[in-house]
């Protein structure tokens, strides 16, 4: 892999392994996993992985004002563009990412995310509420400007998330909640040739040659992504080992799983090593701007990929 692919990549090696190492010393499949002789079965039972919480079916909500503004919610998320097109500056939906409307496990279900703020964000350094929250993703993955707290607009995606996650535990970390990163990391430094070529055999289809998505009536069906129509570079999803667990887990889209490890990682990388938005954090200056919020070898913001500093296109 070339020195200018990926700054910093032998640090991030070294800590992906540190993670996983700490994972592995757990995995059942190790000899001294397994149970002690005369240890109560009980004990085993009680440290296997729970079930996904199942939210309720969409069937289930009342035909009352909250139902009435749960369903609200639900037509938000789905369809943002059309429903909250004023807050959004790009071409994506809010279950573009939150797959399944929101409701499936290790696609960053709603469900798994409600119970679980407040809660401190080294993001933004204070603690959050569900609706600062919502506000941020407004802001970086849809690249737009975020609804005040009590606008119409977040109330509904706050009842909405509410109704998905109602007989879930709060405080509680949820199987399926985000994406799985636990020891997750690539048996080599990803590669962006490698990349490009798991792009053009699995993900060009639907998402374009170009990576520029594709529309049908002025919609995109399925989203771009990089290019000015995508999130930008403050969003999650602009970092490597985001994208590689979400892409694993979920697609080609339908048929998460099928990738491997290493294909994840490298077509991670290729994707994220294209221009995108501006972080709207962005200083007036991309060395400070990295050092600020991008100090990471899982962001490759200000840095040099096949000769072009990202982060550097005013065009974005």
């Keep these: 892999m070339k020195r200018h692919v990926l700054i910093g990549w032998v640090a991030a090696a070294a800590l992906l ?66 429903n909250a097109g004023n807050w959004v500056g790009n071409g994506l939906d809010c279950a573009n990412c939150h797959l399944d409307a929101g409701r499936l496990a290790n696609a960053a279900p709603l469900w798994a995310a409600w119970g679980m703020y407040p809660a401190y964000r080294k993001k933004n350094g204070h603690v959050n509420t569900f609706a600062e929250r919502l ?55 990803p590669d962006y040739a490698r990349g490009k070529k798991v792009f053009l055999s699995h993900c060009a289809l639907c998402h374009g040659s170009d990576g520029q998505g594709q529309e049908v009536a002025g919609r995109y069906v ?63 200056n991309l060395a400070q701007t990295r050092k600020k919020f991008h100090d990471s070898p899982m962001s490759l913001y200000g840095t040099r990929v096949n000769g072009h500093l990202l982060g550097s296109d005013p065009s974005h």
Excluded at 151 to 174: C, D, F, N, Q, R
């Design 135 to 189: 506000q941020g993703c407004f802001r970086y993955s849809m690249n737009g400007t975020p609804p005040p707290a009590t606008s119409p607009v977040i109330v509904a995606l706050e009842a909405y998330s509410y109704w998905l996650a109602k007989g879930a535990p709060t405080g509680v970390e949820l199987a399926g909640r985000g994406y799985p990163k636990k020891g997750f990391k690539p048996p080599q430094p």
């Design 222 to 284: 399925f989203p771009p992504l990089w290019g000015p129509d995508s999130f930008n570079w403050g969003a999650g999803m602009h970092k490597l080992d985001n994208a590689a667990a979400f892409i694993k887990a979920n697609m080609p889209i339908g048929r998460g799983g099928m990738l491997s490890d290493q294909q994840a990682w490298d077509v991670a990388l290729f994707m994220d090593a294209h221009e995108r938005p501006q972080d709207p954090r962005y200083t007036g």
């Design 17 to 82: 392994a540190a993670g996983c190492s700490h994972s592995g010393s757990s995995s059942p499949a190790t000899a001294s996993s397994a149970p002690a002789a005369g240890r109560s079965t009980a004990v085993v039972a009680k440290s296997a992985a729970p079930e996904h919480f199942t939210p309720p079916p969409m069937d289930a909500i009342p035909d009352t004002p909250f139902g009435k503004e749960v369903r609200r919610g639900r037509a938000i998320f789905v369809h943002t563009q059309q």
